[in-house]
């Protein structure tokens, strides 16, 4: 079955700090991959997605991500974090044949900072 | 213009009553979407519409009726709501159902059931 996998439920980190978020993904082929953020009791916002190309996708607030393939594995990073990051952050996929109707959704990261 | 927009921001109903919930989006999207999201969790896929007509209907309980009156506009009509139906109900938008195209996301309504 395609899933995608964010094995941190919570992360803390301090301000100022780098930060890596995990994401692996289980599809037969590369699925479109994407990183999305949620602040408490908002929408999500989509940080940056990766369809083909280039493996080091950026995107905004600072935000970059590294597709390798052979890890199955699509982690989101920043060089030096905001208290303003801290939220709910989630790895998401579609399947890349056909009718993609469907936005599989890793359970999600909640990322905590410190001053 | 890449927003989608959501009314109210919050909803209190009791489970005998009867509300709507609305969703815009003016970015040419022919898919839009409904999500529950309960806190903690990821959105959980209710209902879709592509070109305004419903595809996929998630076997979500019939107390919650989707309507989309034109390419703008999405709909979700509630009745007889139970108390765990309380959650962030999110809309979103798409330009069509294939392909890599990214989902754009409303704000969503709270919405809480006494």
């Known amino acids: 079955a395609q899933s995608v996998t964010q094995p941190d439920i919570h992360i803390t980190v301090s301000e100022g700090a780098s930060l890596e978020l995990r994401c692996n993904y289980s599809y037969g082929a590369t699925p479109y991959l994407f990183w999305y953020v949620q602040s408490p009791g908002q929408g999500l916002q989509l940080l940056l997605k990766?369809?083909?190309?280039?493996?080091l996708v950026q995107g905004i607030k600072g935000f970059e991500a590294e597709f390798k393939r052979s890890q199955s594995s699509f982690n989101l990073r920043k060089p030096s974090v905001h208290w303003s990051d801290a939220a709910e952050y989630f790895c998401a996929a579609y399947n890349s044949g056909g009718s993609n109707y469907k936005l599989t959704f890793g359970k999600g990261t909640l990322l905590t900072v410190n001053p | 213009d890449t927003e989608v927009t959501q009314t109210p921001k919050h909803l209190v109903m009791g489970m005998t009553n009867k509300k709507s919930l609305k969703c815009e989006q003016h970015m040419g999207h022919r898919a839009m979407y409904w999500y529950k999201q309960k806190a903690k969790k990821p959105p959980e896929l209710m209902f879709v519409?592509?070109?305004?007509?419903?595809?996929i209907n998630e076997s979500v309980p019939s107390r919650f009726s989707p309507e989309c009156p034109n390419s703008s506009l999405l709909n979700l009509h509630l009745h007889a709501l139970q108390p765990e139906d309380s959650a962030l109900y999110l809309c979103?938008?798409?330009?069509?159902?294939?392909?890599?195209?990214?989902?754009?996301f409303g704000p969503g309504t709270r919405l809480t059931v006494l």
């Open positions: 519409y592509s070109y305004e007509k419903l595809s």
């Open positions: 979103a938008s798409r330009q069509g159902l294939a392909g890599g195209n990214e989902q754009f």
């Open positions: 990766y369809f083909s190309g280039d493996t």
